[in-house]
């Protein structure tokens, strides 16, 4: 979910930049990278022996969680982290909500670092600000495995574990490929993409529009356009269909914007145009299972990314080589498949309206 990336108010909109630049052509697009331009290892290929599960568990460790927010893909990364520790044998001491604030995540790093935990999951705040919140828990030995983000000029293997996230090039792409789908891969499309240097909406934007270019000659991107504040998409969107009213179809960047093209649609009576998009949203869904103008909606797999995390923690316990960089799978939620996909994805219950709609 976007939500672990950015605020609501952009707090730190712009300040990771994808090493290898914005644009992703060619080969080199087929893959998602990390920050540093890490190359991409699947969660699943993360495992510790049986030997390996023993030596942790009598080590008696314990964790910490530092969250940036409260919400469902923190409540689903959560429940990934814990069931995993408690496969593990690791005790969490506590859970923090930054409430997307810099300075009380470092204060939640003061708090918890009394409690002495062995591993820290976390989500730096901002790259600066957290290289000093969390340089305490490097320097105590704390073991930590991080969220999409890295303070900046922390080391893998020095300074943290790993960086676990989604699969990015994969968002972009199952999204491409489900509007194709909606559209009978030909047509006219919209690009909405994130105007500002992020190597994870970087990734998924490119790669919708490389999948298009590459892999369906007769859909043409017709129209683009940059955004960095949510609440502007239904003014963008307005504009882009006064300029080109035959789009067939549009991509936006994450769910919070589609929600303002959305209205923008509705306000212009248009039922023709498909709308494509990234990360679970109630209101977006909801207009998808009722037949509207969204026709797919592009997730990770939120419990996935909690379980992987955990596990390079244990890692990261008994001195075990970590991978860099990894990566948890995507899913696209259509009408048929939505119920599932919020289990799959959020490890909870669609919300009552979508699942009433699919009645």
Do not use: C
């Amino acid at each position: 979910m976007l939500e672990r990336i950015i605020s609501k108010t952009a707090v730190f909109a712009g300040t990771i930049a994808f090493a290898a630049g914005l644009p992703l052509t060619g080969a080199s697009a087929q893959e998602t990278k990390g920050p540093g331009g890490e190359t991409a290892t699947p969660a699943n290929a993360l495992m510790l022996s049986d030997a390996e599960v023993a030596k942790i568990k009598e080590g008696k460790y314990s964790a910490a969680l530092l969250w940036h927010t409260s919400s469902d893909f923190v409540n689903a990364v959560t429940a990934g982290a814990s069931d995993e520790f408690s496969r593990l044998g690791v005790t969490i001491v506590a859970t923090t909500d930054a409430g997307f604030d810099a300075a009380k995540q470092k204060s939640d790093v003061e708090t918890v670092m009394a409690k002495k935990p062995s591993v820290i999951l976390a989500l730096p705040l901002d790259p600066v600000a957290s290289a000093e919140a969390f340089r305490p828990a490097v320097a105590a030995g704390t073991k930590l495995v991080l969220l999409s983000n890295v303070p900046k000029g922390y080391v893998q293997g020095k300074d943290y574990v790993a960086i676990v996230t989604d699969d990015l090039f994969q968002m972009g792409k199952q999204a491409a490929d489900a509007l194709a789908a909606a559209l009978g891969k030909k047509g006219k499309v919209a690009w909405i993409f994130h105007d500002a240097q992020y190597y994870v909406t970087n990734q998924r934007d490119n790669a919708f529009k490389t999948t298009i270019e590459k892999d369906y000659p007769d859909m043409k991107i017709v129209a683009t356009a940059g955004i960095t504040d949510p609440a502007r998409a239904q003014d963008i969107a307005q504009a882009l269909l006064t300029k080109t009213p035959d789009l067939d179809g549009i991509y936006v960047t994450w769910a919070e914007p589609a929600e303002g093209v959305l209205a923008a649609l509705r306000a212009a009576g248009n039922t023709k145009t498909k709308i494509v998009t990234l990360d679970l949203s109630e209101p977006v869904a909801l207009d998808m299972v009722k037949g509207g103008n969204v026709a797919a909606i592009t997730a990770d797999k939120a419990y996935e990314l909690g379980r992987a995390m955990a596990t390079a923690a244990g890692y990261g316990l008994i001195g075990k080589a970590a991978p860099a960089f990894v990566v948890a799978p995507a899913l696209t939620a259509t009408k048929a498949n939505v119920a599932q996909a919020w289990q799959d994805s959020l490890h909870r219950d669609a919300p009552k309206s979508v699942t009433a709609a699919l009645k």
